[in-house]
């Protein structure tokens, strides 16, 4: 097939905008990029059915004419006719696959990069608003329910529209009465039937689609804390609600398969009631010699080839049903409101820049009434080591997603090289800000393509040079196959040393001038936390650096300590002059000293 339209970006209208169109009405939108192959789809999916109809009705003028024993000259036409139709319906049926499929692959494909761009927007701060596996099952099957469309619901209805009327039209001319009762049962059959089934499935599918989010939600859950569920015996209980899931989608599917049953069964019983009026009112007309006994066959048999094309009615209905389900999941993914706006003209990253300024900074996370970080004042000059210290909910992860570009800020000013940071495209300043996070992620593959997220051309030579840097080499060198070393799931296969020593070589590796440092001790025993702290004081000497932390020892060699509390800064100065000082930081110091 090279009748080809040209596939264009997906565009998504109004997703930025909440409720802006009904999901069925953007679904089909969605079908717009693949109209042509959408619509020479339809055409062979047409000429595929005609033809059958076409070979139903040839295949019984042919057997009655030959009944007859007339010469063969008289059945060569439609001896060739029987052969056209028959090679036409199975060609064209493949076409219509193949085009069809084609078009929906397309579309989904284009779907899921805009999805996936959305998300890329919204992480991290506006993920929270969905469960990860409930997320998971929107990506992949309500996604996957889209293509329903394509492929189940409009060809189904645009074949039934154009291939009954030329039917109709065939039968009327034979004889109008047998017209008449064919198109009756074609109606019937396209919108009583198609009401019916999708009035009953629209009840079901209501709840199928949150059913199956749950189930997948559950399974996640059940598989990411399988250790603390089986160490407080909670596995029993999380299993039993993954069987409640499970047995509520079996009813759904049952009611599914039930109203399918339905459509069927009452299609099946107007193609008999089409079939046999065709027969009573061409039995009388043949009685009447107003049409020749002959083609009496095509008359009976035409109605059983042309239901073909409303069987498929109800289920097309039931699809439909599934796609609107499914389609509000996806769009309300797409209209999650993103926690950091864009500029609509970015300002180009100025050259060196390396220099963050916070001033009065005001910020609050996405639907929070109250501001996480409120009057914020720091400075992180080319090569400066800044720590910010406090309680845990002070606001200090907040400010990192701020100048991570994660979170808008609603008051004050922060630039980096000069230019304010909501002028600047996110990815830009991510290019020049890296972090580290308390939760920095291990893919499941080997060490070095972990390490080589941070740059993907580095060479070996370069990830052991990091990999010294972090105190890991002597462990990587010991290894059985070194950098090929596989990490398991997020790392497990590491300590937990072990993994922020690999973030923080990933980082190096990298090679940001900006380097944030978000409780990279957080889950460590002290001692550990504490050898760690100083390979990180090591390693980002003559880096511009700032250390989001509330563990305070360490810290004596850091340019400036600023102690927020509320989101507010309570304290900022040296190690020594805060000690000296006997406030807060000195509290929480000697606090913390007590502990080790």
């Keep these: 097939m090279t009748v080809m339209d040209p596939v264009v970006p997906l565009e998504l209208p109004g997703h930025d905008e ?18 042509r192959r ?14 059958a109809i076409g070979l139903m009705a040839t295949s019984a003028w042919l057997i009655s004419r030959a009944s007859q024993h007339p010469t063969e000259t008289v059945l060569t036409t439609a001896i060739c006719a029987v052969e056209f139709f028959g090679l036409t319906r199975g060609l064209a049926r493949y076409g219509e696959r193949l085009v069809g499929h084609d078009a929906a692959f397309r579309v989904l494909g284009d779907v899921r990069v805009t999805i996936y761009e959305r998300l890329e927007r919204l992480a991290p701060a506006g993920l929270p608003a969905f469960r990860r596996g409930d997320l998971l099952s929107r990506l992949v099957q309500d996604v996957e329910d889209l293509q329903d469309l394509m492929v189940r619901v409009i060809p189904p209805f645009a074949i039934a529209l154009v291939v009954g009327i030329a039917t109709v039209a065939l039968v009327w001319w034979l ?9 009756v049962a074609l109606v019937l059959a396209a919108t009583v039937v198609p009401w019916l089934t999708g009035a009953l499935a629209r ?16 399974v996640v859950d059940l598989l990411a804390g399988v250790q603390d569920l089986t160490a407080f015996g ?23 398969a039930r109203t399918a049953g339905i459509g069927l069964g009452l299609t099946t019983l107007l193609t008999g009631l089409a079939t046999w009026g065709a027969l009573l009112v061409g039995v009388t007309a043949v009685h009447q010699e107003r049409m020749p006994g002959v083609q009496l066959a095509v008359l009976a048999l035409v109605p059983l080839a ?19 389900r499914s389609a509000d999941r996806v769009f309300a993914v797409l209209d999650t409101p993103v926690p950091v706006r864009e500029p609509d003209d970015p300002v180009a990253l100025p050259a060196g820049a390396d220099e963050l300024r916070v001033t009065g900074l005001r910020a609050r996370h996405p639907g929070a009434e109250s501001a996480a970080l409120d009057g914020v004042d720091l400075t992180l000059a080319p090569g400066r080591r800044v720590a910010v210290v406090g ?3 002070s606001g200090k992860t907040t400010l990192a997603n701020v100048l991570l570009r994660f979170v808008d800020y609603e008051a004050g000013s922060v630039t980096l090289g000069g230019v304010e940071l909501d002028r600047l495209d996110g990815d830009d300043v991510r290019s020049v800000v890296g972090l580290v996070a308390d939760d920095a992620h291990l893919f499941d593959t080997t060490l070095v393509a972990n390490l080589r997220i941070g740059r993907r051309d580095a060479t070996d030579d370069e990830c052991y040079a990091v990999l010294e840097e972090v105190g890991l080499l002597e462990w990587v060198g010991a290894l059985p196959k070194g950098l090929k070393t596989r990490v398991g799931e997020d790392g497990v296969r590491l300590s937990g040393g072990q993994r ?20 990279p001790t957080a889950h460590l025993e002290p001692a550990a936390a504490a050898a760690l702290t100083a390979d990180l004081l090591d390693v980002t000497r003559h880096r511009s650096t700032l250390f989001i932390t509330h563990r305070l020892l360490g810290l004596e060699e850091v340019d400036e300590i600023v102690v927020i509390d509320a989101g507010r800064v309570v304290e900022r100065g040296t190690h020594d002059l805060l000690m000296a000082a006997d406030g807060r930081y000195a509290r929480l110091w000697w606090r913390e000293l007590e502990m080790v």
Excluded: Y
């Design 18 to 35: 909440p409720g802006t169109k009904a999901p069925l009405l953007r679904t089909l939108r969605l079908a717009l990029p693949a109209r």
């Design 38 to 51: 959408l619509a020479l789809s339809i055409l062979l999916g047409a000429t595929a059915v005609a033809a």
């Design 175 to 183: 004889l109008p009465a047998a017209g008449l009762v064919l198109l």
């Design 203 to 218: 009840r079901s599918q209501a709840r199928q689609a949150a059913e199956r989010g749950a189930l997948t939600a559950a």
């Design 234 to 256: 909670g596995t029993e209980a999380q299993l039993d609600r993954i069987a409640h899931h499970d047995t509520e989608l079996t009813t759904i599917a049952a009611a599914s």
């Design 306 to 324: 042309a239901f073909e094309i409303v069987v498929g009615l109800p289920t097309a209905t039931e699809a439909l049903e599934r796609v609107r």
């Design 391 to 393: 309680p845990s909910g």
């Design 500 to 519: 922020q020593r690999v973030a923080l070589a990933r980082a190096l590796l990298a090679d940001f001038p900006v380097l944030l440092l978000d409780e």
